[in-house]
């Protein structure tokens, strides 16, 4: 089953001429499947990943996530839905200035009723894992841009998330922080996590199921990742 439906998705964006951002996508994506989105700049990725990751609504046709179409839920309901369900690894990190790296992958969890030193603990395993732990009492004007896109990623998977969005998640980071982040995202494919990536790098691309090609706004097509194919 689905965990995300797209039903002729269309956005318009109305300001002066308007820009149809996505024009008529619709696409599942299942439970657990790894799903890599390629396309132009101006094609609609980054318009696709907001609607998916319900910070945005369409302007007509149905974002279904878990089951709940996206434009009938209230704003309060969304929030929820991001908090509790969606991991997001996106380009502006947000983090805390106030907050060392262990403090702002730490933080999601308050929201989950978690107490200090639990985690205190998965935010100091989270950071290993991205390979940071060294840099844990540091705050994030003391990082480098890459060591800084790790904390955020390892906060975006710190509540273990049922869908992890990511936009570039490489972007900035050398070959061998970037073989880590993504054993990272296989390790979560592998415990059946559903992502989804957005990406302008074929190898990253290549660790997915599929790949989803956009141009202008639509499907142009649906590539798929044979086993075999598959970067390691
Ligand atoms: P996205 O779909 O995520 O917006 P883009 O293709 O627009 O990706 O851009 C890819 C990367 O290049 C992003 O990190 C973005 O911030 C950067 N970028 C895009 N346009 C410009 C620009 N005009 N000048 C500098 N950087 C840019
Ligand atoms: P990508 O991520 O592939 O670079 P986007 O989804 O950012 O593509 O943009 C798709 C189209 O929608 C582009 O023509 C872009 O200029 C336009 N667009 C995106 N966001 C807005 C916005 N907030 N207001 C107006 N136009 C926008």
């Known amino acids: 089953d689905a965990a995300i439906s797209l039903d002729a998705v269309r956005k318009t964006y109305q300001r ?6 996505l ?3 619709t696409l599942d994506i299942s439970r657990g499947s790894y799903t890599a989105i390629m396309g132009p700049s101006g094609s609609g990725k980054s318009t696709l990943m907001n609607l998916i990751g319900c910070l945005d609504t369409p302007t007509s046709g149905a974002v279904i996530v878990d089951g709940k179409d996206v434009s009938q839920l209230s704003g309060r309901e969304r ?3 991001r908090g509790t369900e969606i991991g997001f690894v996106f380009q502006t990190f947000n983090l805390m200035p106030r907050l060392t790296a262990l403090g702002n992958v730490a933080l999601p969890q308050v929201f989950q009723g ?30 480098s841009g890459g060591q ?19 936009d ?22 592998d415990a ?16 997915a199921d599929r790949i989803v090609h956009l141009l202008d706004g639509a499907i142009q097509r649906i590539e798929p990742v044979e086993p075999s194919d598959r970067s390691v």
């Open 79 to 81: 929030t929820r839905l």
């Open 168 to 189: 570039e998640p490489s972007g900035n980071l050398d070959t061998e922080t970037e073989a880590q982040v993504l054993d990272l995202f296989a390790e979560f494919h």
């Open 114 to 143: 978690i107490d200090r030193r639990e985690r205190r603990k998965r935010a100091r395993d989270l950071l290993e894992r991205v390979g940071i732990a060294d840099r844990a009492d540091h705050f994030p004007n003391e990082l």
């Open 16 to 21: 002066g001429e308007p820009v149809h951002a």
């Open 148 to 166: 800084r896109q790790r904390v955020a990623l390892a906060r975006a998977l710190v509540n273990d998330p049922v869908l992890v969005l990511a």
């Open 192 to 207: 059946g996590t559903t992502l989804i990536v957005v990406t302008h790098e074929r190898h990253v691309a290549e660790r």
């Open 23 to 25: 024009d008529g996508v």
